[in-house]
């Protein structure tokens, strides 16, 4: 049986195991950061969990307005975000980067997990603003090619090539 929930600090070993699974050393996320962050906002990360194990993660990174700038420019560097998540508060307005999205491409159910995690990104959108905590803005950097497929289906729009990279494509979008 699946279900998604909130992340806990017990589970960062296993977030970063599939975070490894995805990404090159570039833009690999380290248990220090998941730490940092999840200390300024532990409804961040979304994971999925089948028959108890976890099977897939969503991250989405609360930000101010000039932070979230900065980094879809890259004139902050993604691998310091932690330091700058905000939580969630009514009245608020948050400019939302959705970090990661990634299952366990071994998992004979991979699909269905993608599908899932998909599904649950519209989900944390209409949890947040239940909240009555306004979204600016959401944000992605997409680096694979995984990540480009479902970013050109989602209602984001593809801006351009993130700074100094061939390889990585930014996302904007006031829904997704």
Request: proline share 2%.
């Amino acid at each position: 049986m699946e279900q998604i929930r909130f992340a806990t600090k017990h589970d960062f070993d296993r977030l970063i195991e599939l975070d490894a699974s995805e990404y090159t050393t570039d833009w690999l996320v380290t248990n220090e950061f998941a730490t940092a962050a999840w200390e300024r906002n532990q409804e961040i990360y979304r994971v999925l969990e089948s028959n108890e194990e976890i099977q897939g993660f969503i991250a989405f990174f609360p930000l101010e307005k000039s932070t979230f700038e900065a980094l879809l420019v890259h004139e902050l560097d993604e691998n310091k975000l932690c330091d700058y998540i905000i939580p969630y508060k009514k009245g608020e307005t948050v400019y939302i980067y959705l970090a990661n999205i990634i299952v366990n491409q071994s998992h004979k159910y991979r699909k269905r997990f993608a599908k899932l995690m998909i599904q649950e990104i519209r989900n944390e959108i209409n949890r947040i603003k239940a909240l009555e905590c306004n979204i600016g803005e959401i944000g992605a950097i997409a680096i694979t090619d995984a990540g480009v497929r479902v970013l050109d289906r989602s209602q984001l729009i593809y801006t351009g090539k993130y700074p100094g990279s061939d390889l990585a494509f930014v996302y904007r979008g006031t829904t997704f």
